[in-house]
Structure formats: structure tokens, C-alpha cells
């Protein structure tokens, strides 16, 4: 089964960056979509951005737009986050996942395969 490890987590500044990093492993085939989600503490998991087939087709939640970066290589099977402007309200722990479809990239459901997760803290 596919394997994704994510790196680059760690605490920063309001308005500071940092960039995520996720790598998979196994067969990935047949993956159509990369997607980073993410859980605040007492809340549900919640979409932050997709990647799709090779990365020219995007998706963001809008409470990232304009801010967050999601970029792919599938030559090297990696999916990275770049997230720029950082709020407290980002403080979450960020998962990487792996999907075999195109559409209804937001829902976790559709994903398959998860990271362990890796902790971004954003203070005030």
C-alpha cells in the first residue's frame, strides 16, 4: 500500500512561512490526486489544498487562497505545501493524502491513504 511521510512542520510567527513537504512510497501508480488537509484542536479534519494528475490543476480552500502554494512532482512522488502570511487560526496538524479520483477533491473521504501528520503552530 502507498506510504506518505510528511516533514517541515514546527511553530513560527504570525505572518511568517513555512513550507510542508510530503513523500510517497509504494504504488503510486495509479495515485490522481495529492491533497493536504488539516485538524485544529476540537475540530473536524478540514481540506487545505489538492493537487491534481500532474499539478496544472489546483484547489484550495478559500480561507488558504492567496496564501498557500500546494506544488507536485511526480517524478520524485512528492507533494509540498508552501504557506506564506501564517495566522494562529493555521495552528492545526497538517496530513498529507493520496486519492484515485479527480473530483471531490475536498472530501476526506475520497482519500485513501494518510500521513501521519506533522504539527504546524503559528503564535501571535
Known amino acids: 500500500q502507498v506510504q506518505l511521510v510528511e516533514s517541515g512542520g514546527g511553530v513560527v510567527q504570525a505572518g511568517g512561512s513555512l513550507r510542508l513537504s510530503c513523500a510517497a512510497s509504494?504504488?503510486?501508480?495509479?495515485?490522481?490526486?495529492m491533497a493536504w488537509f488539516r485538524q485544529a484542536p476540537g475540530k473536524e479534519r478540514e481540506f487545505v489544498a489538492a493537487?491534481?494528475?500532474?499539478?496544472?490543476?489546483?484547489d484550495y480552500a478559500d480561507s488558504v487562497k492567496g496564501r498557500f502554494t500546494v506544488s507536485r512532482d511526480n517524478t520524485k512522488k512528492t507533494v509540498d505545501l508552501q504557506m506564506n502570511s501564517l495566522k494562529p487560526e493555521d495552528t492545526a496538524v497538517y496530513y498529507c493524502?493520496?486519492?484515485?479520483?479527480?473530483?471531490?477533491?475536498?472530501?476526506?473521504?475520497?482519500?485513501?491513504?494518510w500521513g501521519q501528520g506533522t504539527q504546524v503552530t503559528v503564535s501571535s
Open positions: 493524502a493520496t486519492s484515485t479520483y479527480i473530483s471531490g477533491v475536498r472530501y476526506a473521504v475520497n482519500y485513501a491513504y
Open positions: 509504494g504504488p503510486t501508480f495509479n495515485i490522481a490526486s
Open positions: 493537487s491534481i494528475w500532474s499539478g496544472s490543476t489546483t
